[in-house]
């Protein structure tokens, strides 16, 4: 699966010398956490929410409204901005855009092509992918168990749910316990939970768990 695949757009940028306080009814208004920031067609920046909040005065100061207002009126986007973008592109396979979000971690990443932005991938995208992959929005009975780290282990169940006229609708696999196994959960359409865990039991090296979801 590749970024943009499943990326937003199109995207809502803003400009360097926008003010704040218009910012932060922007995103308020379009429910958004973090946008570009494009000056000439050309990606400059990024700001969050967070970005915003914080050039915010504190609720503690002993400034008025009227003087909070007119200074915050005079700060733009240019000067809370993150100047250093981290981007990828619309082939930029989806578990690499995951990586560099978590190693670096930061919520977004503006999906450029030619050097124009044209979309922006984030964590709520990835989130959506996550529940799409764990079929979480379909029934079905999910399954959790090990298996021993060695070929062919993925294939049993798998052909023991066919066996019994099962479907499965997600498949995922985790680290283990351990370096001798993997972790595997998936979810299964059609046969009851008992006739499923008396199925994969004998198959696998433990059952973690089972239930209907």
């Keep these: 699966m ?3 695949e499943r990326m937003s757009h199109p995207v809502i940028s803003l400009a360097p010398d926008m003010p704040i306080l218009d910012a932060l009814s ?3 208004r379009e429910r958004i956490r973090r946008a570009p920031v494009i000056q000439d067609g050309k990606l400059v920046g990024i700001v969050t929410d967070k970005d915003l909040l914080h050039a915010s005065p504190s609720p503690a100061t002993s400034l008025s409204i009227w003087e909070l207002n007119y200074l915050l009126s005079k700060i733009t ?28 971690k930061i919520g977004g990443l503006p999906v450029v092509r030619d050097g124009h932005v044209v979309g922006i991938i984030t964590e709520t995208d990835q989130f959506k992918i996550f529940l799409e992959l764990m079929g ?7 399954v959790t168990v090990l298996v021993p ?11 023991a749910i066919a066996e019994i006229n099962g479907n499965i609708i997600a498949f995922g696999t985790f680290a283990g316990k351990d370096s001798s196994n ?3 959960t998936f ?20 059952l973690i768990d089972i239930r209907e979801c």
Excluded: C, H, W, Y
């Design 2 to 4: 590749l970024v943009g």
């Design 77 to 104: 986007i240019a000067e809370v901005m993150a100047k250093k973008v981290l981007t990828v592109t619309e082939g930029t396979p989806i578990k690499e855009a995951a990586r560099i979000m978590a190693d670096n």
């Design 149 to 159: 780290d060695k070929p062919g282990q993925l294939a049993r169940p798998g052909k």
């Design 26 to 28: 922007l995103f308020k």
């Design 187 to 206: 979810k299964v359409a059609g046969p009851k939970s008992r006739q499923v865990q008396e199925t994969i039991t004998p198959l696998v090296e433990s």
């Design 136 to 142: 979480a929005r379909e029934k079905g009975i999910r």
């Design 182 to 184: 993997r972790m595997i």
